[in-house]
Structures are given as structure tokens and as C-alpha cells.
């Protein structure tokens, strides 16, 4: 399923995966909520909660969408988070992989703390 993602000036297109978390996340569009940033991660509360499950990884990659259990959140992933290694994108804590944006991600690091992101199906 194809979604749209807008804060402020930027959107960007993403595909959720066919696993049970990105079904369930699916099913709570379209939604709002508020950014929190941890380095070049945008991360946003949903009315989502899910375990981990067989998609769980603590590296990612850009542009990876991820559940994190922990925070019942969306995390976007662009880039290297204050816990990250040389060359590799690093979770706070595990995350299950729920889908990609689809192109750059390059804008997403415009998007700032305390602004609302609006989740939406194409």
C-alpha cells in the first residue's frame, strides 16, 4: 500500500510491507501526530501496539520505515542516529521494518521537532 507522508513543505512518498504491524498501521489512516527527531530520525507516536516480529532489525537502512515497540512510534530513517556506528543506521532499540519511502530522503532532514506529520493512503 502506497502512502503519503507531509510535514510542512515536505512530502514524500513511502510503500508499507505486507506484515501484520504494517497492516495494523494501515489501518489508522489517515493519521496526525507530533515530530520528535533523534539525529536523522523522525519519530511519531501512532495508536499502533505491536511486538517485535520476524521484519525486527537494530541496523536499517535509508529510507527504511520502522515500528518501534517501545515507543508505540513510526520511525522514519535517513541518515545516522547518536547511537549509530561508522557507516550504519542504528535504532534506538529494535524496530520492526513496516515498509521504504519511495526516492530521496534528503528533505526529511528539514523537518523539525514539534512539527505535525500527516500520514495519508495514495
Not at 22 to 35: D, G, H, K, N
Request: net charge negative; aromatic share 6%.
Amino acid at each position: 500500500m502506497n502512502m503519503l507522508i507531509q510535514a510542512g513543505e515536505i512530502a514524500i512518498h513511502a510503500e508499507l510491507a505486507d506484515t501484520p504491524t504494517a497492516r495494523e498501521i494501515q489501518e489508522t489512516l489517515p493519521l496526525e501526530a507530533e515530530v520528535m527527531t533523534w539525529g536523522q530520525e523522525i519519530y511519531f507516536e501512532i495508536p499502533v501496539e505491536r511486538a517485535l516480529d520476524h521484519t525486527a532489525r537494530e541496523v536499517v537502512e535509508n529510507g527504511d520505515l520502522g515500528y518501534w515497540p517501545t515507543g508505540r512510534a513510526i520511525c522514519i530513517f535517513f541518515g545516522p542516529t547518536p547511537v549509530s556506528g561508522p557507516n550504519e543506521i542504528r535504532p534506538a532499540s529494535a524496530v520492526n521494518i513496516v515498509g521504504r519511502v519511495i526516492g530521496e530522503t534528503a528533505g526529511l532532514k528539514q523537518v523539525k521537532a514539534g512539527q505535525i506529520i500527516r500520514l495519508s493512503r495514495l
